[in-house]
């Protein structure tokens, strides 16, 4: 690796299990050539427009402080102020959440797996294949936005943690100690990639599912959870945890307005022709 960046497992898991998808969809396109979906243009596979969808998906959600209105600005500016107090008191707040227990730390481990892939990307594949055989259109828009999202926030804390390497806490230096690109590649702290990645998805998911605010709400607890662990695990400052949650639903929830925004078609009719005869299919 460039530089001497070591990947860590979970990120290598996550990867591969983002090919393994991006392969399982291409696969079932091939598959059914022969039908009459693959006829009609369909915006919601695993294709190259979909792909080429990432670039003006990434400059939507950076744009998109451009957009906010007054209720978004007070919440963005309440966030900003709760992670610049919870900042300068990291090194206090830490030594609480260690106080409650050690033995609790290693019990909340296993919340590591809603924020490295684990679950959410076989959740993912899963809504896909469920949309594809039922013919749902909006189940596979589900899950390729929700894959969006993740690339995006898997992506997005591994480049901020590289251009700030913020140390540990198990480094036993002081929390204010940031090293800056290229130095001291162990030093990778901020944001909490866990956190970041959990609300990415629960943040997208509950965009995409609106109708059902139960849902969101399960979602949420389950990113939550995630954030809780990374807290009482004693492998982040509490304000990489506040950081990585905070930008994780940023990005979510920009990602899910980008994608709304570009699913209001107009109704058009397309022609197909098949070993059942030809015709016409509208599609809006």
Known sequence: MPFGIRLKPANNLARWLIILFLISGFQQKVAAQDSLGDQIPNDYRLNLDYMKSYGPAALHVVKAPANFDTKDWIVTGSVLAGLTIL???????????????????????????????VVALPSLAAIFIYGSVKNIDHSRNVALTGLQAFVFGAEGAF?????????????????????????????????????????????????MYDDKPWLGAGFYALASLTAYGRLV???????????????????????????????????K??????????????KF
């Open 159 to 207: 480049l901020l943690k590289h251009l700030t390497h913020r140390v540990r806490p198990d480094m036993e230096l002081a929390p204010n100690q940031w090293y800056g690109p290229f130095r001291r590649f162990d030093a990778d702290a901020f944001p909490s990639g866990h956190a970041m990645r959990a609300f990415v998805v629960a943040t997208t998911l509950a965009g």
């Open 87 to 117: 900042y300068f008191n990291d090194l206090a707040v830490y030594e609480k959440f260690q106080s409650i227990s050690s033995a609790q730390g290693q019990s909340f481990r296993w919340t590591e797996i809603f924020g490295n892939g």
């Open 269 to 282: 009719f397309i022609p197909f022709s098949g070993q059942g005869g030809f015709g016409l299919v509208m």
């Open 233 to 267: 695990s004693g492998d982040h400052w509490p304000s990489d945890v506040l950081a990585g949650a905070a930008l994780g639903y940023f990005i979510g929830r920009g990602v899910v307005h980008f994608n709304k925004s570009n699913s209001k078609r107009k109704a």
